[in-house]
């Protein structure tokens, strides 16, 4: 069976200056290299990793909003066309973007209401009676209230907005939703009234979601799979409960062990990252987490470690993923 959303070896490369100054010569930023996975109707695949390892360039890539230097884009079994031609754009009404910001993504001139319903406008198929009526029930459906159509986005919560810039989303009924870091620009208080919002638009209307976040928290309570990212690829990915409950490679280890506890439960393993991620346009060799990891070897120095699949189904890209965790258990 093929999943609504297939990515293939994705890569984007980017040329940058390498040093500092007008004569600095070019070198190769791999933002994405060589990242596959796969997303299943009404399902969702969070997507983790530091700042910097290429999360947003995978959902900007995921919805063809840029071209990959190569590998593959598949929704619903075709291939993504050509970014901006008609056919992305008939296709953009299934897939539909959620960004951190959602002040920034909203027009502050246009009451919401308006803005709302753009998406039914911009692709012309709707009456204007049409269009305010499925606005007033896509409303409904994100709990705001009929009278705030007519709200500036300044006059609303950061809660509120984010509700908006949903309801925007939802309008052409899209199967997907790339959700990219959704609730890190709210205040905490209201982040658990957007994540159950979307857990909730998820059983009721079966859209399936990539969330791209850094608060493992968040992504342990709404995915069903996740990926890790670092440097541009995916270290480690499975079935969310499992890799939380055993993470495999070092740095899902101690990304997972990085997350706030609340005193209950079992004490858990501490491994702790040592300083910050290499620079992305000059990786080490092998394995590119050697620099940082506890239990590298001369073979994680030189070679480059492939994803392999244990026992669960788990994909890890580590040399000694069983002997660490031996280590561990010893
Ligand atoms: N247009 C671009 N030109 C050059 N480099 C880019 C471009 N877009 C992204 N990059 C680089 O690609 C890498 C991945 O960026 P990306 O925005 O995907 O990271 P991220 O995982 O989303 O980080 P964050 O958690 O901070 O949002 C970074 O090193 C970034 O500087
Ligand atoms: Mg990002």
Known sequence: MSGLLEVTDLRRYYKVRAGRGPFAAKALLRAVDGVSFRIEAGRTLGLVGESGCGKSTTGKLALGLIEPTSGTVNYAGAAMPPTGGLEWRALRRRIQMVYQ????????????????????????????????ERAGAVMDSVGLQPHQVDRYPHELSGGQRQRVVLARALMTEPDLLICDEPISALDVSIQAQVVNLLLDLQDRLGIAYLFISHDLRVVRQVSHDVAVMYLGRIVEQGEAESLFARPAHPYTRALVSAIPTTGAGPRRERLLLQGDPPNPVNVPAGCTFHTRCPFATAQCRSEVPLLRTLDDGREVACHRVLESALQVAA
């Open 101 to 132: 910001d959602p002040l920034g993504a909203l027009d502050r001139r246009l009451p919401v209401g308006a803005q709302i319903m753009e998406p039914l406008a911009i692709h012309g198929d709707a009456t204007p009676a049409e269009r305010r």
